[in-house]
């Protein structure tokens, strides 16, 4: 009997810890969003302002890749959104273009 409770108060802590952790992370805030060019899926930028730390998501899940009525696939559809500044679009852009989309 001892042993269950123990199982089940140490399950109840390891929850609440990961509760607090997960309250703890910087909110992650929308740079840009769109289909980069010569990119087949979409593709949403974050930025942690606290921790300067950058999100690429890829939505290759549940993404039909790229609408072919939108032009030619060289053609840049990565729109900027509003809480974004012009130093985190800029900032965003240059990573992209270190891993070879501009």
Known sequence: MGCFIF???AIILGYIA???IA???PKKTLI???Y???GKVWLSIYHRRKTDEWIFEWDDLFDDG???DWGHISEDFMFADK???KEEIQSARKKLKKRGYY
Do not use: H
């Open 66 to 68: 790229r609408p072919s």
């Open 36 to 38: 980069p060019p010569y």
């Open 32 to 34: 840009m969003y769109g």
């Open 23 to 25: 309250k703890k992370k």
């Open 7 to 9: 199982l089940v108060l």
């Open 83 to 85: 809480a974004a500044t």
């Open 18 to 20: 990961c509760i607090a």
